[in-house]
């Protein structure tokens, strides 16, 4: 796999601050999760495809702090923090709807 992916351009993005992980993380989920208000369009997703398995694969290839782990184990993390910070949190919820303002309005 690590030959496989030298060939690519990867990135080296880190976080100032480690804490904010899961919330990073809880954005990815956020973004799969966006869709069309029913008055646009019904239950129209923005993304046709849009797994955890892909967002494993962008952490893995573009943040330093998944860089280490092997990119069948961050899905764990994934889970983790989608657990962590609900989505009835009010901040979580916010964002949510600023997200499909943002691409629906």
């Keep these: 796999m690590q030959t496989l992916t030298d060939s690519y351009v990867i990135g080296k993005i880190e976080l100032n601050n480690q804490t904010h992980e899961d919330k990073l993380i809880k954005l990815f989920?956020?973004?799969?999760?966006?869709?069309?208000p029913p008055q646009i369009a019904k239950a129209e997703q923005l993304f046709s495809k849009y797994s955890d398995t892909d967002i494993a694969a962008i952490?893995?290839?573009?943040?330093e702090a998944f860089k280490d782990k092997k990119i069948e184990t961050i899905p764990r993390n994934i889970r983790k923090a989608d657990a962590l910070i609900p989505d009835k949190n009010p901040k979580v919820k916010r964002l949510a709807d600023a997200l499909q303002d943002f691409f629906y309005s």
């Excluded at 989920?29 to 069309?36: G, I, N, P």
């Excluded at 952490?59 to 943040?63: A, D, I, P, T």
């Design 59 to 63: 952490l893995w290839l573009h943040f």
């Design 29 to 36: 989920k956020l973004l799969q999760s966006v869709k069309a």
